[in-house]
């Protein structure tokens, strides 16, 4: 007989994705926000195992590293850089950002652990797949900006993906089901990326092709 599935089991795997997926796109927004709001609200209590997320070391160091990708992610070049690191530091920050939340206490889910609570690496393997995932089109968008508008577009670009993974992360503990909002927002982001991808790469083969000598007679 297949275990029941209950509407706190719905809301704790959306609060994992969530977290997970603004991992994708900042590694340290997600863990620094439920960092603070553990020391100093209500709104989540984290469990046993991770309440080093709530000790003043880990939030100053994690602030510290926030800080720098928030000014190396602005810089052209310096970001794909910057995206070239990240690509293992997002993926390991989202699992860590989906087992802590999905197995937390939040303001939505008040019986944590019940879906996952089985299997304790499955959530922080399918936070690793979420946010490698949203790292992936985050990752590949940014040349497309970048050459778009000549660099210029990098900061925007980048303090929209900022305040994105923020409200995603905050969203995904004070109100989870519009996490799906989000989720649909990153896929139309990547159905842009692929698009316009193709289109530069059948631009740069029609003027290939438009660029052999002609005969003059």
Same mark, same amino acid.
């Not at 926000?33 to 939030?59: E, H, K, V």
């Not at 923020?166 to 503990?173: D, H, N, R, T």
């Not at 139309?188 to 990326?193: A, K, P, Q, S, T």
């Given at each position: 007989?297949?275990?029941?599935?209950? *509407?706190?089991?719905?809301?704790?795997?959306?609060?994992?994705?969530?977290?997970?997926?603004?991992?994708?796109? $900042?590694?340290?927004?997600?863990?620094?926000?439920? /960092? #603070? #709001?553990?020391?100093?609200?209500?709104?989540?209590?984290? *469990? =046993?195992?991770?309440?080093?997320?709530? =000790?003043?070391?880990?939030?100053?160091? #994690? %602030? #510290?590293?926030?800080?720098?990708?928030?000014?190396?992610?602005?810089?052209?070049?310096?970001?794909?850089? =910057?995206?070239?690191?990240?690509?293992?530091? +997002?993926?390991?920050?989202?699992?860590?950002?989906?087992?802590?939340?999905?197995?937390?206490?939040?303001?939505?889910?008040?019986?944590?652990?019940?879906?996952?609570?089985?299997?304790?690496?499955?959530?922080?393997?399918?936070?690793?797949?979420?946010?490698?995932?949203?790292?992936?089109?985050? %990752?590949?968008?940014?040349?497309?900006? $970048?050459?778009?508008?000549?660099?210029?577009?990098?900061?925007?670009?980048?303090?929209?993906?900022?305040?994105?993974?923020?409200?995603?992360?905050?969203?995904? &503990?004070?109100?989870?089901?519009?996490?799906?909002?989000?989720?649909?927002? &990153?896929?139309?982001? /990547?159905?842009?990326?692929? +698009?316009? +991808? +193709?289109?530069?790469?059948?631009?740069?083969?029609?003027?290939?092709?438009?660029?052999?000598?002609?005969?003059?007679?």
């Amino acid at each position: 007989m297949a275990p029941e599935c209950h *509407p706190g089991d719905v809301l704790e795997a959306l609060t994992g994705t969530g977290l997970a997926a603004s991992a994708g796109l $900042n590694a340290y927004i997600p863990l620094v926000t439920m /960092g #603070l #709001l553990a020391r100093y609200t209500d709104l989540i209590d984290l *469990p =046993n195992g991770w309440g080093w997320l709530a =000790n003043g070391w880990t939030l100053l160091i #994690l %602030a #510290l590293l926030l800080a720098i990708e928030v000014v190396a992610d602005k810089v052209p070049v310096v970001d794909h850089v =910057n995206d070239v690191v990240q690509t293992v530091v +997002r993926p390991t920050a989202g699992g860590l950002a989906f087992g802590a939340g999905s197995a937390s206490e939040t303001v939505t889910v008040s019986d944590p652990g019940s879906f996952f609570g089985s299997h304790q690496w499955v959530p922080i393997a399918a936070g690793v797949v979420i946010a490698l995932g949203v790292h992936g089109v985050k %990752a590949a968008s940014r040349p497309v900006v $970048n050459t778009t508008t000549a660099g210029f577009g990098a900061p925007v670009a980048s303090t929209a993906e900022d305040i994105g993974s923020v409200l995603m992360a905050v969203l995904a &503990i004070v109100l989870p089901i519009l996490v799906l909002v989000g989720l649909l927002l &990153i896929v139309i982001g /990547g159905f842009w990326v692929v +698009r316009r +991808r +193709r289109q530069k790469r059948a631009k740069r083969t029609q003027l290939s092709g438009s660029g052999a000598p002609h005969s003059f007679g």
